[in-house]
């Protein structure tokens, strides 16, 4: 839990900060606030017996709790922070933006993030849940002058408290059937009574839940709102949406569904999650398809990487959080790569569209080979870590047969998203028209692109590394 | 410690690959040079040491994803050492024909030459079944920005249609790969063997199901009819080097697809489908001579008749008969060897007049009367003429499919009628008869052109007159195939 005090007090720090140097070396103190609460992370997987001794077994009465894997999703969401800050430096120059805020802001999403992660109780997941949907709410609109920021900001708030709705009234359901918001208890008997009463109370607020998370995750028949917002938002709250948002919401998920497992057959949940999937597989990868602006084609792109991550949950054997985990941390660093070099390029050229990117090849090598791996990772070409992923979550998912149609669905659907992301790449090397203007990176900027490169080749290469994190 | 050559066959390329690319055009092109010939020797030396017997040899491993079980294998057979060889001899070849000042960045053209070389040599030396995978998308990434980069007209839609039709095919063999892996034990779970054993316990159906998921990649690959609508685009669009590559050796990984990954795994899938698979390998062969004759422009006359040349290939594979594999084998290097001959001609007569329509050229022998030789003998190698390498494949190939069925013969058979046809007659119109116009003329061919054609018009007199040491060397492998093909 040091991370999440740390990233609290931090986040004051720097809104103090931004009082004080104006926006000056915020995006240093924050990236710096991030790394430190890497490093608590990992301190805490590290030394669980330390831990312990301090806490007396649990923090909170264990309303949290910060095991490995919580650790890793954690850690995962913190690595997607710290490649995406280093973006918002084109606010330093911009008279009316308040760069501390939305460093702040952004600290404080991730907080909330780390308790989704981390929650035992589900008081703890919506608390989390709230702090990280209300930060990324005033993200979104941060931009005040734009009439598309101010769209998706009140778009994305009025389905976001809706969802927030159904999913307080599936805890309540729960909770008048358990008698306890606590997940160990989720399998028991009434707490109230004493005893075993029918599940079916418990049965309607999972469902109720489901679909909430599933909301946050932008999963269809759930992800209407996902296109405008993603599109609206500033590109840089963009990538911290479709990153951090996502990998919090599915570990939430995965957590939930966990807590239950013992109580229903999973064919209970399987059915809603299943026919969530192949619609998240085939919207997301077909209107991705159609889309001419970049930015909204990682949107769709961004629900269809969902539709695999579900397959991950769908399996559901001992393997589920390894493949989720490592699935979320490629989907992250290329899609933070892939927003990023968007930014970067979208300021030299303000149109949509594949435009700003044409002749890139030419232009800027660097910053276009950069692109082309992550759009490699995220279309899953050997080589990349999209492609160990997708090669985890499939060889889990094809070993039980009840999934074998929907993995058909899914490669199908691959060989799609390849379309679409080679159309990009093509663009960048193939053709002629050279968009005007050199692009400024900035040291943290070609710091976060050039890690998040090497990780992804890392990770397509030698996936064991991730080994020595533990 | 003990340097691992099928390793360096690999390691070799890539690195050199990366450093040619980045580095300035003259550095480039003898970096690029040096590195391809010294593969080359690297495996002359493998090939010395080579026993013909059917075993896993100069094999390397090493865990790989230990969490999987998925480890990275190497070995060479006799039924890899002959796409190798071919990839190894031709690559310096191709490279000997690239003139600099032809590409707009030569260096990022040679350097991506080399990966893709790396990427061949993995599909053609894995033994596990992802690092295949890796190697044939590895391969692929490559020649994605050469004929984007470096091609004609219409580039980048004929690129993306060309590389969304090959990941299409890819993805459906990862899904029958991964069904298969997902059923196997062990710590090295994907390794050839283990997958084959477990892939053969398999019911009908389902190995019915793997044929078509594995035979997609194979089949676009090659091409097969009628998963070839990318290729004659693709061919005509890629630049010389990048056409060389793509027929010259990509098309080899579809024929060795089959034979390593196709054949072995899924018997009953393959005693089930083989009758559709003939069928279709005939219709392909007929219509694309059919399509060759009608051909006025040189380069798509070439691709067509290359397409017409696989699908004999994919008809004497699925015979199922000794000679028809061995066959394949064989005119896998015999139409290697041409079929770059003949692009580099192609090239030759594009650079220098600037069109390659029938119509629009003649008399170009009066040019350069070596030029006219090459050309002659690469057109008598692929017409199969008896002493030329293109008559042992055929012949054998022929043989085997009339042992399996005389009628399928045939019409195979028409390949060679055809291929007379349009070849002859394009030799004809491009370098007989008068020349059309006088002030332009077939630029010369430089040192490294004559040194590449005249290796390439060894090969096609040696393959043609000796071919025995070729045939020792896969006949053992070759027999231990077709007893895993067929036997039940």
Redesign the interface.
């Known amino acids: 839990m040091i991370a999440i005090g740390l990233l609290s007090l931090l986040g004051i720090l720097v809104l103090f900060m931004g009082m004080i140097t104006g926006r000056k070396g915020i995006i240093g103190a924050t990236s710096f606030s991030i790394l430190l609460a890497l490093a608590g992370v990992f301190y805490e997987i590290r030394n669980p017996e330390a831990l312990e001794a301090a806490y007396a077994s649990a923090y909170m009465n264990g309303m949290m709790e910060m095991g490995t894997a919580s650790g890793l999703f954690a850690a995962v969401i913190l690595t997607c922070g710290l490649i995406i800050v280093p973006f918002a430096k084109a606010y330093e120059r911009q008279e009316h933006a308040q760069l501390a805020e939305y460093c702040a802001l952004m600290l404080w999403a991730m907080a909330g993030a780390v308790m989704m992660v981390t929650y035992r109780n589900l008081i703890m997941l919506f608390v989390g849940l709230e702090i990280l949907s209300i930060s990324v709410y005033i993200l979104t609109g941060s931009d005040k002058r734009n009439v598309r920021s101010n769209e998706a900001a009140l778009k994305y708030f009025l389905m976001g408290s809706f969802a927030t709705g159904i999913l307080l009234f599936g805890f309540a359901l729960i909770y008048g059937s358990a008698g306890s918001f606590y997940l160990d208890q989720m399998a028991g008997p009434d707490l109230f009574s004493g005893q075993d009463i029918p599940v079916d109370l418990r049965m309607a607020g999972m469902v109720l839940v489901i679909i909430g998370l599933l909301f946050k995750v932008s999963a269809a028949p759930f992800h209407f709102w996902t296109p405008d917002v993603y599109e609206g938002a500033p590109t840089v709250f963009t990538a911290f949406m479709s990153t951090v948002v996502k990998t919090a919401g599915f570990a939430a998920l995965l957590i939930f569904l966990e807590a239950f497992s013992t109580l229903f057959d999973h064919i209970f949940w399987f059915q809603i999650l299943a026919v969530s999937t192949v619609l998240t597989l085939l919207i997301g990868n077909l209107l991705a398809l159609v889309q001419s602006s970049f930015k909204r084609m990682l949107a769709y792109s961004g629900i269809s990487h969902a539709g695999y991550m579900l397959i991950a949950l769908l399996a559901f054997s001992a393997d589920t959080v390894?493949n989720l985990l490592f699935y979320s941390l490629s989907y992250g660093l290329a899609t933070a790569t892939a927003f990023g070099v968007l930014i970067l390029v979208g300021n030299r050229h303000q149109t949509e569209g594949l435009d700003p990117l044409r002749g890139l090849?030419k232009d800027e090598p660097l910053l276009a080979f950069i692109l082309t791996v992550a759009l490699?990772s995220l279309g899953g070409?050997?080589?990349t870590a999209g492609?160990?992923g997708k090669?985890?979550i499939?060889?889990?998912a094809?070993?039980n047969p009840a999934i074998?149609a929907i993995?058909?669905v899914a490669?199908?659907m691959?060989?799609v998203s390849?379309?679409y992301y080679?159309?990009v790449v093509?663009?960048m090397?193939?053709?002629d028209k050279v968009a005007p203007g050199r692009v400024q990176v900035s040291l943290g900027q070609q710091v976060a692109l050039w890690g998040a490169t090497a990780g992804t080749f890392a990770l397509g290469l030698?996936?064991?590394i991730l080994r020595l994190f533990l | 410690m003990e340097i691992s050559y099928s390793l360096l066959l690999i390691l070799l390329p890539l690195l050199s690959g990366v450093v040619t690319a980045t580095s300035p055009a003259n550095v480039a092109k003898s970096v690029a040079r040096l590195s391809s010939l010294i593969t080359f020797g690297i495996f002359v030396l493998m090939l010395q040491g080579f026993v013909a017997d059917a075993s896993w040899q100069y094999t390397y491993e090493t865990p790989?994803?230990?969490?999987?079980g998925?480890s990275f294998k190497l070995g060479l057979d006799g039924i890899s050492l002959i796409p190798l060889l071919l990839t190894t001899l031709l690559v310096p070849i191709i490279l000997n024909t690239i003139r600099l000042s032809d590409y707009g960045r030569p260096s990022v053209l040679l350097g991506l030459i080399l990966m893709m070389q790396a990427g061949l040599a993995t599909v053609f030396l894995a033994r596990s079944a992802?690092l295949f995978?890796?190697g044939?998308?590895?391969a692929l990434?490559p020649i994605?920005?050469i004929s984007?980069?470096f091609?004609g007209e219409l580039?980048?839609q004929v690129?993306?249609k060309f590389?969304?039709y090959t990941?299409?095919g890819s993805?459906?063999m990862?899904?029958a790969l991964?069904?298969i892996?997902?059923?196997t034990t062990g710590p090295a779970r994907d390794d050839f063997e283990v997958m084959a054993g477990v892939a053969r316990s398999f019911d009908g159906t389902v190995q019915c199901w793997l044929f078509w998921g594995l035979f997609a990649a194979f089949a676009i690959k090659m091409p097969l009819f009628p998963f070839h609508t990318w290729q004659p685009d693709a061919y005509a669009v890629s630049p010389a080097p990048g056409t060389m590559m793509l027929s010259g050796i990509m098309l080899k990984m579809g024929v060795y697809g089959v034979l390593r990954w196709l054949l072995p795994l899924v018997p009953l899938g393959v005693a089930e489908n083989k009758e559709l698979v003939l069928l279709l390998s005939v219709i392909g062969i007929v219509y694309g001579s059919i399509i060759a004759v009608k051909q006025s422009d040189i380069k798509r006359i070439v691709a067509y008749s290359s397409f017409a040349h696989v699908g004999l290939m994919s008809a004497a594979m699925f015979s199922l008969t000794l000679s028809g594999l061995t066959g394949t084998l064989i005119q896998m290097l015999s139409h290697g060897v041409t079929v770059v001959g003949l692009f580099f001609v192609v090239e030759h007569v594009e650079r220098s007049l600037g069109r390659r329509e029938v119509g629009s050229l003649g008399g170009l022998t009066k040019d350069s009367a070596a030029f006219s030789i090459y050309f002659m003998v690469m057109l008598l190698g692929s017409v199969a003429l008896p002493l030329t390498s293109g008559f042992v494949g055929e012949f054998m190939m022929l043989y085997g499919l009339s042992e399996y069925n005389l009628y399928l013969a045939l019409f195979a058979g028409a390949t060679v009628i055809f291929s007379a046809v349009y070849m002859l007659r394009m030799f004809q119109t491009v370098l007989l008869g008068q020349k059309l116009d006088t002030d332009a003329s077939l630029r010369p061919l430089n040192l490294g052109e004559n040194i590449a054609l005249v290796s390439l018009c060894v090969l096609v007199f040696w393959i043609g007159i000796y071919p025995s040491p070729f045939l020792q060397l896969v006949e053992p492998a070759v027999e231990k195939l077709l007893a895993q093909a067929v036997a039940q």
């Open positions: 390894n090849g490699a070409i050997p080589l492609f160990v090669l985890f499939f060889s889990d094809l070993s074998l993995s058909v490669i199908i691959s060989t390849v379309y080679f159309k093509a663009a090397y193939m053709s030698a996936p064991g | 790989w994803i230990q969490d999987l998925i992802f995978y890796l044939w998308e590895a990434i994605f920005f984007g980069m091609g580039r980048q690129t993306l590389f969304i990941v299409a993805l459906l990862l899904l991964i069904y892996f997902a059923h």
